[in-house]
């Protein structure tokens, strides 16, 4: 069953920070997360594992809440280059994602 | 780097007709994947392969078929293309083991006359 994210657009200021959420109602073993830009392939951000583990790259970090079988995306300080539709895809025997939510991010 | 090929960027057919899409990785990947992306629908899992000669269905399988001779390509078959097969289509491979990135390729948006 396809995960859920929210919210489904969001648009920023340079310089502010946004959440973006992933839920599931399977139990989550693991959770992925993908940025895929207007026009380009989707490319790989980060991998979050049962433990809560959480992960970070530059300024984007992510959660894992196993109890509440959801994962929550943290961008903090939006820069330009962060605008894209966001993934969240959760791992069973294959990946399955989520909608997206796209991201706008304004100068 | 990772690099993963589809054959074409952009590809028009009729109805009826029969398309392949191929799809190329030259990391040695265990695992394949064809999606198909549909605005608002998100990225949805067509077939994958976790082998040569090995197929898995995904979640929308119906009116596609996939073929797998060759560790490094992966085949998406439109047996007799319908316009609601017009999309985009998306390649993507992964090491074997579970919880591993996969790498997708630049996609084939494919439109059916």
């Known amino acids: 069953q396809q995960p859920v994210q929210s919210p489904q657009a969001v648009i920023l200021r340079e310089g502010e920070d946004a959440v973006i959420n992933c839920s599931s109602s399977k139990a989550l073993y693991s959770v992925h997360w993908y940025r895929q830009k207007h026009g380009e392939a989707p490319v790989f951000l980060m991998i979050l594992l049962k433990g809560g583990e959480q992960k970070g790259h530059d300024k984007i970090s992510a959660s894992f809440n196993e109890k509440k079988q959801q994962s929550s995306l943290y961008l903090t300080a939006s820069q330009l280059s962060y605008s894209g539709t966001y993934f969240c895809g959760t791992e069973d025997d294959k990946i399955i994602f989520g909608k997206g939510t796209r991201l706008h991010i304004l100068p | 780097d990772v690099k993963v090929t589809q054959s074409s960027r952009y590809l028009v057919k009729r109805t009826g007709e029969k398309v392949f899409l191929e799809c190329v990785q030259d990391m040695d990947h265990e695992n394949m994947f064809w999606y198909r992306q549909d605005p608002g629908l998100g990225l949805r899992l067509i077939y994958f392969?976790?082998?040569?000669?090995?197929?898995e269905k995904g979640d929308i399988p119906e009116g596609y078929s996939v073929s797998r001779e060759k560790k490094e390509r992966f085949s998406l078959i439109l047996e007799s293309a319908s316009t609601n097969q017009t999309s985009m289509y998306l390649c993507a491979s992964s090491i074997g083991t579970a919880y591993n990135e996969q790498f997708f390729g630049p996609g084939t948006r494919l439109t059916v006359l």
């Open positions: 392969s976790y082998d040569v000669k090995m197929k």
